[in-house]
């Protein structure tokens, strides 16, 4: 029987102040890096490592995009590192049937750790300066994300607040609510896989050809483009002389993941797939009962992580004949289990 008395009477309830459905907590071990397909495609954030304070104006192919900054400066592509991990929780709790929503609790170490920086003081200093940046600069664009196509203006949060800190004043718990724009991409899982080792690049255009390569080549073995439009859809502020000359730093290093780059006559960039990557074609189907019973091994890890690892590791020991695919990934996780 339902308690209908009023506040102060006997034996009625106090409100839910605190309903789960109203936010989401970061709690997935290794979750698979995720990025958004619409930043992928565009360029929205800046690259440059100097506050950057300039209204950036971009139009291609029907799509338009004003960035403003706020007196903190553009939000930068090494900050994207915290959409980056929120979209990569939310994916990874979506796909295993859990209820999420836009506004994220996280623990700051874990993302400091998830993507690949350091924990010093000054590493949560910087954490938090990318939170000001990413809710303080603004965007206005006809980008379609779930399948919507509207002009809207909005920040790429829309707030964050250290819910604790440490004896030492550090962040240990921060609540970030993301825009809607971008909620709704990951609703519409309108995301990609990125390599781990996308947060060991370095430089901001690295980062930056890295996404482009990802969204244009894909899976296919190879992609061609333009000096010209491949300067434009980076969104660097270089002269297409000196952006070539990073390009072709780019081509000597040779250490993009996932991707090479060849300079190709009529001032073309050719990007080809390596040999191994993350997302290995023809890999066998596992079945919802070997997912649980890698739930059951590794209790709090991502299963999908997991699975990526394995298909990664089966692919790089030439694709084996497999009795049963549903064997040999139980296995190979009770052999992660074991030695972690």
Same mark, same amino acid.
């Given at each position: 029987?339902?308690?209908?008395?009023?506040?102060?009477?006997?034996?009625?309830?106090?409100?839910?102040?605190?309903?789960?459905?109203?936010?989401?907590?970061?709690?997935?071990?290794?979750?698979?890096?995720?990025?958004?397909?619409?930043?992928?495609?565009?360029?929205?954030?800046?690259?440059?490592?100097?506050?950057?304070?300039?209204?950036?104006?971009?139009?291609?192919?029907?799509?338009?995009?004003?960035?403003?900054?706020?007196?903190?400066?553009?939000?930068?592509?090494?900050?994207?590192?915290?959409?980056?991990?929120?979209?990569?929780?939310? %994916?990874?709790?979506?796909?295993?049937?859990?209820?999420?929503?836009?506004?994220?609790?996280?623990?700051?170490?874990?993302?400091?750790?998830?993507?690949?920086?350091?924990?010093?003081?000054?590493?949560?200093?910087?954490?938090?300066?990318?939170?000001?940046?990413?809710?303080?600069?603004?965007?206005?664009?006809?980008?379609?994300?779930?399948?919507?196509?509207?002009?809207?203006?909005?920040?790429?949060?829309?707030?964050?607040?250290?819910?604790? #800190?440490?004896?030492?004043?550090?962040?240990?718990?921060?609540? !970030?609510?993301?825009?809607?724009?971008?909620? #709704?991409?990951?609703?519409?899982?309108?995301?990609?896989?990125?390599?781990?080792?996308?947060?060991?690049?370095?430089?901001?255009?690295?980062?930056?050809?890295?996404?482009?390569?990802?969204?244009?080549?894909?899976?296919?073995?190879?992609?061609?483009?333009?000096?010209? !439009?491949?300067?434009?859809?980076?969104?660097?502020?270089?002269?297409?002389?000196?952006?070539?000359?990073?390009?072709?730093? %780019?081509?000597?290093?040779?250490?993009?993941?996932?991707?090479?780059?060849?300079?190709?006559?009529?001032? %073309?960039?050719?990007?080809?797939?390596?040999?191994?990557?993350?997302?290995?074609?023809?890999?066998?189907?596992?079945?919802?009962?070997?997912?649980?019973?890698?739930?059951?091994?590794?209790?709090?890890?991502?299963?999908?992580?997991?699975?990526?690892?394995?298909?990664?590791?089966?692919?790089?020991?030439?694709?084996?004949?497999?009795?049963?695919?549903?064997?040999?990934?139980?296995?190979?996780?009770?052999?992660?289990?074991?030695?972690?």
């Amino acid at each position: 029987m339902t308690d209908h008395a009023g506040p102060g009477r006997a034996g009625s309830l106090l409100p839910q102040r605190h309903p789960t459905a109203d936010f989401f907590v970061c709690d997935i071990f290794d979750a698979i890096p995720k990025d958004d397909l619409a930043t992928m495609e565009h360029p929205v954030f800046s690259l440059s490592t100097r506050p950057d304070r300039r209204i950036l104006n971009y139009s291609h192919n029907g799509t338009d995009i004003t960035v403003v900054p706020s007196m903190r400066g553009l939000a930068t592509i090494h900050d994207k590192d915290i959409l980056i991990f929120c979209i990569s929780q939310l %994916m990874a709790a979506l796909n295993a049937g859990r209820a999420v929503s836009r506004t994220v609790t996280l623990k700051a170490h874990d993302l400091l750790v998830a993507t690949n920086r350091e924990t010093s003081g000054d590493a949560y200093r910087r954490l938090r300066d990318a939170f000001e940046r990413l809710a303080g600069t603004r965007i206005t664009t006809n980008m379609e994300t779930g399948g919507q196509d509207v002009t809207r203006g909005f920040g790429l949060i829309e707030g964050w607040e250290i819910v604790r #800190r440490s004896r030492g004043g550090r962040m240990i718990s921060v609540t !970030v609510t993301l825009s809607e724009w971008l909620y #709704r991409a990951v609703l519409s899982k309108s995301v990609l896989t990125l390599s781990r080792d996308y947060f060991r690049l370095r430089k901001p255009l690295e980062r930056r050809i890295y996404e482009l390569a990802r969204k244009h080549c894909g899976r296919q073995s190879s992609w061609r483009v333009s000096v010209e !439009v491949l300067l434009k859809k980076s969104g660097s502020a270089s002269p297409r002389r000196v952006f070539r000359a990073m390009l072709r730093e %780019m081509i000597g290093a040779n250490h993009l993941p996932d991707y090479t780059l060849h300079e190709e006559a009529g001032d %073309m960039i050719r990007f080809e797939r390596r040999d191994v990557v993350v997302e290995g074609p023809e890999a066998p189907p596992l079945s919802q009962a070997a997912l649980e019973a890698a739930r059951a091994l590794m209790p709090g890890a991502d299963v999908y992580a997991l699975e990526a690892d394995w298909r990664s590791y089966w692919a790089s020991t030439g694709r084996p004949r497999l009795r049963s695919a549903d064997a040999a990934f139980v296995g190979f996780v009770q052999t992660r289990a074991a030695r972690e």
